[in-house]
């Protein structure tokens, strides 16, 4: 029954949303299983499943497997007619896993090639995808050292969002992430901790405060306290960054609980030296006031 197999597909979508990546991973390939014998490859439905899946995998730390299976689904979708935008949407998330795997050069070629598909596509149409695509791109001019072109590209994907999806839109939180992380990497901490609290404001407002995306930019949030001197204000976002995760269900080996608890114990150590080796925990979900990176920020992942 296709309702049956559209139905595994979305309540996969729903276990990945709320931190549950591995329970998503089954469900994902069970609906695959039915699409593969029901719908023709590059089929829009099965190139659905195919992105779900290959995200969940790069949130339970399989970047590897999450390549391959983008590599095997861009092969099956280029054996066929394309249609609409689901190319691009895949070479999107394969330029964010070529990105992280530091393979910037094939990055950029994909995500070239996704916004060209996007315009003829689109044919002038404006999307919130498009935004998704600029955000995608900055980030790699941003890895490459190239700060110009990325601020250029975050900023005409803010441009879009707020003229398609508007404010209160995840995607327009992802871009203000995307542009925080730009300004701490150039020394603007001030610009960067504004950046980071207009998208704490607005994930708090559209995906809630138990989605690990916030705790993503609990992380960004504590990066900035840390480097203007306010560690226990860090340690204890931090610790909040990590809770969301236990919250969600985010398993050990996902690469942004590693990050964050890769944080904390520095954070914590640093306290340590300082004499500090307790210190209180902040209120379930709490933003501190003050105004305060560690080592390491993180992107949203698309």
Same mark, same amino acid.
């Given at each position: 029954?296709?309702?049956?197999?559209?139905?595994?597909?979305?309540?996969?979508?729903?276990?990945?949303?709320?931190?549950?990546?591995?329970?998503?991973?089954?469900?994902?390939?069970?609906?695959?299983?039915?699409?593969?014998?029901?719908?023709?490859?590059?089929?829009?439905?099965?190139?659905?499943?195919?992105?779900?899946?290959?995200?969940?995998?790069? $949130?339970?730390?399989?970047?590897?497997?999450?390549?391959?299976?983008?590599?095997?689904?861009?092969e099956a979708i280029r054996s066929g007619p394309l249609e609409?935008?689901?190319?691009?949407?895949?070479?999107?998330?394969?330029?964010?896993?070529?990105?992280?795997?530091?393979?910037?050069?094939?990055?950029?070629?994909?995500?070239?090639?996704?916004?060209?598909?996007?315009?003829?596509?689109?044919?002038?149409?404006?999307?919130?995808?498009?935004?998704?695509?600029?955000?995608?791109?900055?980030?790699?001019?941003?890895?490459?050292?190239?700060?110009?072109?990325?601020?250029?590209?975050?900023?005409?994907?803010?441009?879009?969002?707020?003229?398609?999806?508007?404010?209160?839109?995840?995607?327009?939180?992802?871009?203000?992430?995307?542009?925080?992380?730009?300004?701490?990497?150039?020394?603007?901490?001030?610009?960067?901790?504004?950046?980071?609290?207009?998208?704490?404001?607005?994930?708090?407002?559209?995906?809630?405060?138990?989605?690990?995306?916030?705790?993503?930019?609990?992380?960004?949030?504590?990066t900035v306290l840390f480097r203007q001197g306010a560690a226990?204000?860090?340690?204890?976002?931090?610790?909040?960054?990590?809770?969301?995760? $236990?919250?969600?269900?985010?398993?050990?080996?996902?690469?942004?609980?590693?990050?964050?608890?890769?944080?904390?114990?520095?954070?914590?150590?640093?306290?340590?030296?300082?004499?500090?080796?307790?210190?209180?925990?902040?209120?379930?979900?709490?933003?501190?006031?003050?105004?305060?990176?560690?080592?390491?920020?993180?992107?949203?992942?698309?």
């Open positions: 029954d296709p309702r049956l197999v559209s139905m595994y597909s979305l309540l996969a979508g729903a276990y990945h949303g709320h931190g549950d990546a591995t329970r998503a991973i089954g469900l994902f390939r069970k609906a695959l299983r039915m699409q593969k014998k029901m719908l023709r490859p590059g089929h829009p439905e099965l190139v659905a499943t195919l992105l779900g899946l290959i995200r969940a995998l790069r $949130d339970i730390g399989e970047s590897d497997g999450a390549l391959r299976t983008a590599v095997e689904a861009e609409g935008l689901d190319l691009s949407r895949l070479l999107i998330t394969k330029s964010d896993l070529l990105r992280e795997s530091q393979r910037n050069s094939e990055a950029q070629l994909a995500i070239e090639e996704a916004v060209l598909l996007q315009r003829l596509a689109l044919d002038g149409e404006e999307s919130y995808e498009v935004a998704v695509a600029l955000n995608m791109y900055g980030s790699i001019l941003h890895d490459h050292g190239e700060h110009d072109g990325a601020l250029e590209k975050y900023t005409q994907a803010l441009n879009v969002n707020m003229r398609t999806v508007g404010l209160q839109h995840p995607e327009t939180a992802a871009t203000h992430n995307f542009l925080g992380a730009l300004y701490e990497d150039t020394g603007d901490i001030a610009s960067a901790s504004a950046q980071y609290r207009k998208c704490l404001d607005i994930q708090m407002q559209t995906v809630g405060a138990g989605s690990p995306s916030i705790a993503n930019t609990y992380n960004n949030l504590a226990i204000d860090a340690a204890q976002l931090l610790q909040q960054a990590v809770l969301v995760l $236990d919250y969600a269900g985010v398993p050990a080996g996902n690469p942004d609980r590693e990050l964050y608890s890769s944080n904390l114990a520095a954070v914590v150590q640093r306290l340590a030296a300082a004499g500090v080796v307790d210190f209180p925990e902040s209120p379930h979900w709490a933003v501190p006031t003050q105004e305060g990176t560690l080592p390491m920020t993180g992107r949203n992942s698309l």
